[in-house]
């Protein structure tokens, strides 16, 4: 990981690879890289879409090593769906098998002449790069196997589906698990467009032949990756609830929270929760011989994925996650376990943002496209979207974009971009987050539902607006910190309740890269990152007052605590006072 | 005019009018008021289709006056289309009859929680407002028909078509000319789907037993009429090319100067130019019966417009304007005048702003929906409009919104609206106004082409970036002072060219208010709207970041002239330093 590789789409003649050595990008990996270099090298005023703007794929600093959990890849770029900067995160097998590449980013620059559509192999010995526009169109399920026929199962894939290729704002971009299914996703933001506008259907990854990132004191780092793998599995979270029963273990916890929001954020509790929790989906699949603990890569030791398998016993989907779940479940009233999973399926090969996906589905169906708990209309929809159609064209620019061509006036967007699975008027810290957050509406960016709702890192009262904000600042700092190692967030959990398992995570980075990183450097790596991407849409045009949800969060009340969101706009403005 | 008219459309049992005095409003008209009570009474940050939004519609200072071309009337609120504030401006009747009426303002607040529709009726006696569901989605010629029929043709309609009623961004409300025909738009910026909101279809006006609002010193206002009539007929554009052929005089002027945008502003030339001219359209209307001349208001002395008649002689439109031309003709690659004149019907019958309807078709013959020249295509596509059908629902969110829609980069538009008929490469004076207006892209705020083009207040060469600054932001305060008056923009050539024509307006107004206005009042005054404009864009959350051209038009040479916008950005950023 000493180069980055830089591909310029649109250079006279064909797409033209350069290798350079990092520069002053050297020591920054994941979220960090993205944001460096989509800070300094786009104009922030460029359209999203244009030859001006970048796509940058980033391994963690821990990604290719032995290291549990280093597997998270970033995808940054100016994004079509928010106008503003994008880190948009995946697990898979692409993050470890580009570090052993050697590669610390690659960067895709540029924009063809012409329509064609093209395939970027990477292996050992370089980069090949052609048009193959037999792939057009191609979903990302057919892609991986048509890639499979041609360079066999050891490769990984990063893939977008029709979504990207038609430049919708939720396009997202696959990655390929550990058997080669592109289940996990960079999703948010609308990064899968970016990657359409560029060209590029998809990067064949290859590691054949390279070997695992090599640490400065080898003994250090395996102990280290003990204690940290040991606190993992201690830790009730990522060591109980996570493997049983997956991210959707949320669903129940959060209906009873009040925190579900439900019928497009109308109420706060889901009648229909336990018929589609991760308690009754995890017997579902061990009964049809799926798997409801899996791993999303090799390295992983929470696995908190699984295998979802029809009616039939064959092979579906993965294990929709929570938020999943949620988009297409009592988001949009749906009730029925089966269907969520063919919309995760559908998402996945289509390739787009489920989160999205499911929000401005619920959007349409208040403006009377769909009826709420309709399970085949939700399909259906999915289903144009795939095809492009005027109305899937419509649902493809996202919840925000749904809403003004329908003329919805509840869209819950914060800076264009889908709330997810949480309201926030009952989980106010993740509130703070939404509304705070450079990225949009992103619960992964200071996920505050852990102290707010699990208790872990201490207890912040939910319904309350005192202490959302430091909450708040405080995950969101140390999540553009994690963001930046290729860690799966998850560690989470463990690193803010165990002390020793921060020590753990420290002392990996600092026995890999020979260095003496305190709990205070993740802090200010942190505030690195989140000052940079500020900088980044504060240029782009942004203020304060993008800053904020919208209005009826603070006028309508939530049931069943009938909450508001209270938080004052004058504390929103605090949270990146440092 | 020393009343509010208050319509609150969500009070509990139905709509609840109040009758105010001016309060902290005396003194303003028009653009002055709408922009005052927006900017004051309506939270930046509310949904534009919320309760929290207010459409206010207000005379100019002298509408209702027997004060020639003082009937424009000014229609404001939050703007779906840009997010900022809007001031929308309309000829026609409506203006001197509610001046007549007494009314400063008319305000539709709230929102009803129904779906009902409402019908207000407004005379001598009070305000009449009843449920008239029978009026749903029709089209404005009907829906005046219908009026006529129940009403007597005394009266003047401010109503929306169908967009409005389906709230579409690209929603105009029309007002009827003195034939009693929806010809009259406030167009821009979704005007006509915030009224649709409220829930209102039409507002019938009546001033049957209402008096001409009498000046303070008659002899004065009589002899400052006089004189200002003189200087209108005296100048060679609205003495002479106006009249004789409308605003589309300009078509061949625009393309002979480069400046004609062609191809959704690929080229500046036009070859189809002679064939939709002015002078070609002005032959066409005699000859079948039509007429080249005509005003579209009583007391309008200028008479831009006029009848349009169809290949039998039947009527088919009023003169579409210059910029309708252009954006349903050369911006679409279309050359056909009967199809030109088609499109205009159907935009007003819709209620569809023309400016915005053009440039988005083009932005979707871009994207493939269909082919540059294709005026059957055109229509059927405005009949989509229409019909909200998905593709009309794409279109009706107008060019920012199809362009995201359908992943198209080279969308010309600035704060969400799309340019008008002038490029700003080859007339950078307009494109300083684009910029930088708090409208959006619109050349009526402050319309350089006069000086740039028509050397009217001087010349200042279009293709220089110097002296643009200066020149733009003089027209815009000169704009925003007359647009508050009820003034139509066409008396600005003269008495940019013509002193004593610019006191005769002055004496008009010091004659009617006993005032003792000078020029720098009228500065003032302009200045003062543009304060509380921009103060009301920045709490919405605008920076000079908003106030920019889309990349491309620095990037992309536009033939003839091989020019680019090359106004600096630190430039643009002076224009409101006075």
Redesign the interface.
Known sequence: MDKILRIDMGAEGGPKVTVTPLGEYVGLGGRAMTSAIISKEV?????P??S?NKLVIAPGMLSGTVAAMSGRLSVGCKS?LTGGIKESNSGGQAAQVIGRLGYAAIVLEGKPATEDLFKIVINKDGVKISVDNSLKMLPNYDLVAKMKTEFGDKISCISIGPAGE????IASIACTDMELRPTRHAARGGVG?VM??KGVKTIVLDDTGMTMRAPKDPEKFKDANKRFVDGLKQHPVSGQALPAFGTNVLTNILSEAGGYPTYNFKQGTFAGASKISGETMAELETKRGGMPTHGCHRGCVIRCSGVYNDKDGHYLTKQPEYETVWAHGGNCGIDDIDSIAMLDFLDDNFGVDTIEMGATIAVAMDAGIAKFGDAQAAINLVKEVGKG???G??L??GAA?TG????V?R?PVVKGQAMPAYDPRAVKGVGVTYATSPMGADHTAGYAVATNILKVGGFVDPLVAEGQIELSRNLQIATAAIDSTGMCIFIAFAILDQPETFQALLDLLNAFYGLNLTGDGVVALGQKVLSMERDFN??????S??D?L???FSTESLAPHNVKFDVKDEDLDKVFNW
């Open positions: 104009p922030p005023l460029c359209h879409l244009s001006e079509p038609m430049k919708m704002n467009a359409g506008s159609s005027h109305l064209r419509i493809g620019g974009v003004k061509v329908f003329g006036e869209v504060a240029r782009a045009g942004f203020t007052q993008q904020r919208p209005r009826y």
